[in-house]
C-alpha cells in the first residue's frame, strides 16, 4: 500500500514547497505539514489495482493571515495540477485529488506571532495515488 501523505510531502517538496509530515525545530513560516485524516487508506477490493486513496490534513501557517491563506491556494493549485503532470516518484503518482470540505482559518494559539495567536489554515483533501 502506499503512503499517500509521504507522496503528497514528496511531491510539494519537488514543487519548491515547505511541507513537513512532522514540523521540525525552529521551522520557519510559511510552512506546510500534511498528515493522515479519517482512518486508514482505503485499497479495498473496490478500488482498481495498486491504487491507494487517503484523507489528509493539510495544515498551513503564514507570518499574517493573508501568506497563510496564499500558500494554502499555491499547495492546492500544485495539487490539483498533480495528475496532468505526472511527476516521477518512487513512492507512486497522484492520480486525483480533490478537496474535502472548504478551508477554514484557525489561528494557533501555541505558535503566536507579537503575543496573538499565529495565522493557520487547515483543508482537508482526498488523494489517490498509484503505485
Same mark, same amino acid.
Given at each position: 500500500?502506499?503512503d499517500?501523505?509521504?507522496l503528497?510531502?514528496?511531491?510539494l517538496?519537488l514543487?519548491?514547497?515547505?511541507?513537513?509530515?512532522?514540523?521540525?525545530?525552529?521551522v520557519?513560516?510559511?510552512?506546510?505539514?500534511?498528515?493522515?485524516?479519517?482512518?486508514?487508506?482505503?485499497?479495498?477490493? %473496490?478500488?482498481p489495482n495498486?491504487?491507494?486513496? !487517503? +484523507?489528509?490534513?493539510?495544515? $498551513?501557517?503564514?507570518?499574517?493571515? @493573508?501568506? *497563510? =491563506?496564499?500558500?494554502?491556494?499555491?499547495?492546492?493549485?500544485?495539487?490539483? %495540477?498533480?495528475?496532468?503532470?505526472?511527476?516521477? !516518484? +518512487?513512492?507512486?503518482v497522484? $492520480?486525483?485529488?480533490?478537496p474535502? @470540505?472548504? *478551508? =477554514?482559518?484557525?489561528?494557533?494559539?501555541?505558535?503566536?506571532?507579537?503575543?496573538?495567536?499565529?495565522?493557520?489554515?487547515?483543508?482537508?483533501?482526498?488523494?489517490?495515488?498509484?503505485?
Open positions: 500500500m502506499i499517500v501523505a509521504a503528497v510531502v514528496n511531491y517538496r514543487e519548491q514547497q515547505p511541507a513537513f509530515a512532522e514540523l521540525p525545530a525552529n520557519g513560516r510559511p510552512c506546510i505539514r500534511v498528515e493522515e485524516a479519517g482512518g486508514p487508506p482505503d485499497a479495498s477490493s %473496490l478500488m495498486r491504487l491507494t486513496r !487517503q +484523507d489528509l490534513q493539510l495544515t $498551513v501557517w503564514g507570518s499574517s493571515k @493573508a501568506e *497563510a =491563506f496564499d500558500q494554502l491556494d499555491i499547495v492546492l493549485t500544485l495539487l490539483h %495540477l498533480a495528475p496532468r503532470l505526472d511527476p516521477v !516518484q +518512487d513512492a507512486g497522484i $492520480v486525483k485529488f480533490e474535502i @470540505a472548504g *478551508a =477554514f482559518y484557525s489561528p494557533d494559539r501555541d505558535w503566536p506571532i507579537e503575543g496573538r495567536p499565529g495565522p493557520r489554515y487547515e483543508q482537508t483533501i482526498r488523494v489517490t495515488a498509484h503505485g
